[in-house]
């Protein structure tokens, strides 16, 4: 944008990852683990945004910035928790979210 400021971003997208689920065992009536790696999370997005800026002061130097970590909020799913079974005898889980949107302020100081 100018000669110091500086604006840069970054995306990041990833296929879901592998995980193991859990299913309900009639017989036992419990929950068990199912087939390993056998079913996938959604898909990872995240697009961060920093603007640094240059500072200095007699003989030290530095730099300001000023991050947006998921820019858009996107709800990623780090895994399952809180299995149960629903009225129709369905397995329900509640997902293990990752980070929201979260500004960051830093400086780096060179002396």
Sequence with gaps: MTNKLRVTSKITYGSGFPYTPTIFN????????????SEYLPSYERIDIRISYPIKF????????FEIINLLNHKNIIGYEHYSL????NVT??????LPIIPNFS???NI
């Design 26 to 37: 009639k017989k036992s009536r419990r929950f068990i683990l199912g087939k390993i790696n």
């Design 86 to 89: 629903d009225n129709n005898g």
């Design 107 to 109: 400086i780096k100081i």
């Design 93 to 98: 889980k509640q997902a293990k979210y990752l």
């Design 58 to 65: 007699n003989k030290v130097s530095g730099i300001f910035n």
